[in-house]
C-alpha cells in the first residue's frame, strides 16, 4: 500500500525528508525543519493571495470547481433553492443539520424578534450624505452595533454567541432598507413581524403610505432564493477577512463590519454592481463584439466572469438565470438581458475566454433580476451582504471553536533594504 508521504529532498544539503501528506496537503510547518544550517529558520511555503493554500479545515461548504458543484452542509444548492427556505437554510449553514419543525419555529421566532435597531442609529445613518454608497452604510452601522451591545466580546460564551447571531442575521437587512431609505430621503418603515424575512426587507425598503404592506409573493420567494444562493461559499475574499479578523477575538460585529467591506470590492460582491453598469455601457447588443475587444486588450474585464474554483459554470449562476425568467414573467423582461446573454454567447465560444476557463458567476445575472425588482443598483452588493451574513458567521464560529486555530499572523518574504544607517537632511539628494 503506498504510503501517504512525501519524500524530499533538499539538493543544497542532500538530505531527504519525509513529509505526511493528509486530505490531499501537507503541514506547511513540516517544511520548517529543512533548514541549511542551525541557524536556518527553515523553509517557507510562498504563495501570494493563497493560490494554493488551505487556511483551515471546514464542514460548511464543499465547491468542485471541475464539476461547479456547490452544497452546503452536504445538501446540493438546486434542491435548496427549490425546497428550502433561507431562515432554514441559514440554521443549516450555522448548526449543520436541517432543523426540526419546533427547532425551526423558534429559530424563525428569535430572528423575527431581534429585527429592530436602537434609534440612535438612525442618527448615524442621517449623518451620511444622500449619495453615500449603502455599502459604505453598512460597514459603518453594523461595526456600530458592537458599540450597543458590549456582552458581544463574551466570544466564546455559546449563549452569548447565540444572541448576537440572531440579532446580525436579523438586522442587516434593518441597517440595510435603512440605508436605501435615506438614499432616498424617504422616513424609515420599521420591520414588520407578520411578514417572512424576505417579505419585511421588501417591506422596509418599498412601504410607503399604506399601513400594512403586502409584499408581492413572486418577489418575495425569488429574493430568498437569491438569499439562500449566496449563504455562503467556503474561503472567499470576505470569509477569510472574517475568519482573519475574528481570530483577534473581537466581537463579531467588528468582524462582519470586515467581511462587509471586503464584499464591498468590483472584483468580489461589488462585481453584480459592476455587471450592470458594464451592460449599461455597452447599451446595445450590436455593441457586443467592440466590448469583448476591449476585454481582451485588457482595457475591461468582463465583469461577472471568472472565478478562482469554479473552472466551469457557477452553478449559482445557471440558479439565477433560471430564476431570472420567472421573475421577468412578473416584472417584464429586462432589455440589458439581451445584451447579456449575448456576451456570454460570444465569451463562451471564444478562445480567450475558453482558454482561460472563464465563464459567468454568481454576479453576472444576479444584477438584471435585482434591476427588475425594482433596487437601485447600488444596494447589489447590499443584498449580497445580507444572503453572506450567516456563512461569514458560520466560519467564524468554526474557526472560534476550532483547536488548531489561533490568531492569524502570516509570515513574509523579506525583499527590502539591509541595515543602513541614517543619513541627515543636508546629506540626502
Ligand atoms: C465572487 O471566491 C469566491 O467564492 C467569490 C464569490 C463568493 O460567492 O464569495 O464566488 C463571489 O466574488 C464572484 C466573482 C465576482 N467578480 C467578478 O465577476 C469580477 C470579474 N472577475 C475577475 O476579476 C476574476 O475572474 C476573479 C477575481 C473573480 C478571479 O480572479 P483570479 O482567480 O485571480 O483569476 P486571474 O485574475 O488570475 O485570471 C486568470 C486569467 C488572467 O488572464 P492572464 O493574465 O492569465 O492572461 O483570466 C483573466 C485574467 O486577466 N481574467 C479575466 C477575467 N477574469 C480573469 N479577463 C477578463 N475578464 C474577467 N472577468
Avoid at 536556518?40 to 468542485?64: E, H, Q, R, W
Avoid at 428550502?84 to 419543525?101: D, N, R
Avoid at 468582463?302 to 438565470?321: C, E, T, V, W
Amino acid at each position: 500500500m503506498a504510503k501517504e508521504t512525501l519524500t524530499v529532498t533538499d539538493n543544497r544539503t542532500g538530505k531527504t525528508y519525509e513529509i505526511q501528506i493528509d486530505q490531499g496537503a501537507i503541514r506547511a510547518t513540516d517544511l520548517r525543519q529543512i533548514r541549511v544550517s542551525e541557524d536556518d529558520v527553515g523553509l517557507l511555503s510562498y504563495d501570494p493571495a493563497f493560490m494554493n493554500t488551505a487556511s483551515c479545515k471546514s464542514a460548511i461548504t464543499f465547491i468542485d470547481g471541475e464539476k461547479g458543484i456547490l452544497r452546503y452542509r452536504g445538501y446540493p444548492i438546486e434542491q435548496l433553492a427549490e425546497q428550502s427556505t433561507f431562515l432554514e437554510t441559514a440554521y443549516l449553514v450555522l448548526h449543520g443539520e436541517l432543523p426540526t419543525g419546533k427547532q425551526l419555529e423558534e429559530w424563525v421566532y428569535n430572528i423575527t424578534h431581534h429585527t429592530m435597531i436602537h434609534e440612535n442609529i438612525k442618527k448615524f445613518v442621517d449623518g451620511f450624505h444622500y449619495d453615500a454608497h449603502p455599502m459604505g452604510i453598512l460597514v459603518g452601522t453594523v461595526a456600530a452595533l458592537s458599540t450597543f451591545y458590549p456582552d458581544a466580546k463574551n466570544i466564546l460564551d455559546t449563549a452569548n454567541r447565540q444572541k448576537q447571531i440572531y440579532r446580525l442575521i436579523a438586522k442587516m437587512p434593518t441597517l440595510a432598507a435603512f440605508a436605501y431609505r435615506h438614499s432616498l430621503g424617504l422616513p424609515f418603515a420599521y420591520p414588520d413581524n407578520d411578514l417572512s424575512y424576505s417579505g419585511n426587507f421588501l417591506n422596509m425598503l418599498f412601504r410607503m403610505t399604506e399601513s400594512k404592506y403586502t409584499p408581492n409573493r413572486v418577489m418575495e420567494k425569488g429574493l430568498d432564493v437569491l438569499f439562500i444562493l449566496h449563504a455562503d461559499h467556503e474561503q472567499n475574499c470576505s470569509a477569510n477577512a472574517m475568519r482573519s479578523v475574528g481570530s483577534s477575538h473581537v466581537d463579531p460585529y467588528s468582524a462582519v463590519a470586515a467581511a462587509t467591506a471586503a464584499l464591498y470590492g468590483p472584483l468580489h460582491g461589488g462585481a453584480n454592481e459592476a455587471v450592470l453598469r458594464m451592460l449599461r455601457e455597452i447599451g446595445t447588443k450590436e455593441k457586443v463584439p467592440e466590448f469583448i475587444k476591449k476585454v481582451k486588450t485588457r482595457e475591461a474585464l468582463l465583469m461577472g466572469f471568472g472565478h478562482r474554483i469554479y473552472k466551469s459554470y457557477d452553478p449559482r449562476a445557471k440558479a439565477i438565470k433560471k430564476l431570472a425568467y420567472e421573475i421577468f414573467e412578473v416584472t417584464g423582461t429586462n432589455p440589458l438581458l439581451d445584451i447579456a446573454i449575448e456576451l456570454e454567447r460570444i465569451a463562451l465560444e471564444d478562445e480567450f475566454f475558453v482558454k482561460r476557463r472563464l465563464y459567468p458567476n454568481v454576479d453576472y445575472y444576479t444584477g438584471m433580476v435585482y434591476e427588475a425588482m425594482g433596487f437601485p443598483v447600488e444596494i447589489y452588493p447590499v443584498l449580497f451582504a445580507i444572503g453572506r451574513t450567516p456563512g461569514w458567521i458560520a466560519q467564524w464560529q468554526e474557526m472560534l471553536l476550532d483547536p488548531e486555530q489561533k490568531i492569524a499572523r502570516p509570515r513574509q518574504l523579506y525583499v527590502g533594504s539591509e541595515q543602513r544607517d541614517y543619513v541627515q537632511i543636508e546629506q540626502r539628494r
